[in-house]
């Protein structure tokens, strides 16, 4: 019998002990991936939740502690309940004596690079926006992330008005982004020369953000106007 026959007529290695191997590699590696998510996801949790406060202290200016709510089918209920599909988060923030300052809520749009997202504070008394916060950003260095750096850009928040059209049931003047030195109107954001997919983003993603969020807000602002000593010291 010729070698070339003797290599035709040997057995193939048996497929059983390989496919166990590999079933039992990636079993593993699933568990471990699980396992991985599971320990670290408080921390990952707590560290947002920091983040979020940090922010929050920033667009919400005097504010010292919060409360977390939801914007529910029932109206305005706190944060202990479950977060449901349409449900809309927002965070308030009181002074040392309880009394409310302002509200602040996610905001998110597509940017150059990626998904801009931001923390922005909405002041009730003149139903404008006083701040934002970048919370994460992908973009230019040294062009798109002038939303965060260039003052005149900042400045467009210090009381950007997101006033309640008299039916309440969108704003008064959606916010708009204009060219660059066009600013005109309490409800245009003067965008960046040369970062004007940034500052679009930013202008679409508070539009997007307050007009769902404030004519389901606004009607039920009394009940989150005030908060008891035991919610001033136990929220925080």
Known sequence: MSVVEEQMQQPAAPAGPMIRTLVSVAMLSGLLVVLTF?????????????AIEAALFQVVPGAVTRRDFLVTEK?????????????TLFYAGYDEKGKLLGIAANARAQGYA??????YGYDPVCQCIRGIKVLKLAETPG????????PAFVANFEALDVTLAEDGKTLANEIVTVKHGSKQNPWEIDAISGAT?????V????????????????PNIEAIETRSEEQVTGDR
């Open 38 to 50: 599971h320990f670290t996801k408080p921390y990952i949790d707590e560290n947002q939740r920091r």
């Open 75 to 87: 109206g305005v209920v706190p944060a202990t309940e479950k977060k449901q599909p349409g449900d």
């Open 114 to 119: 990626n998904l801009i997202h931001l923390l």
């Open 143 to 150: 062009l798109g992330d002038k939303i965060i750096t260039d």
């Open 197 to 201: 997919i940034s500052s679009k983003a």
């Open 203 to 218: 202008g679409k993603a508070l539009n997007a953000s307050a007009k769902a969020l404030l004519p389901k807000l606004v």
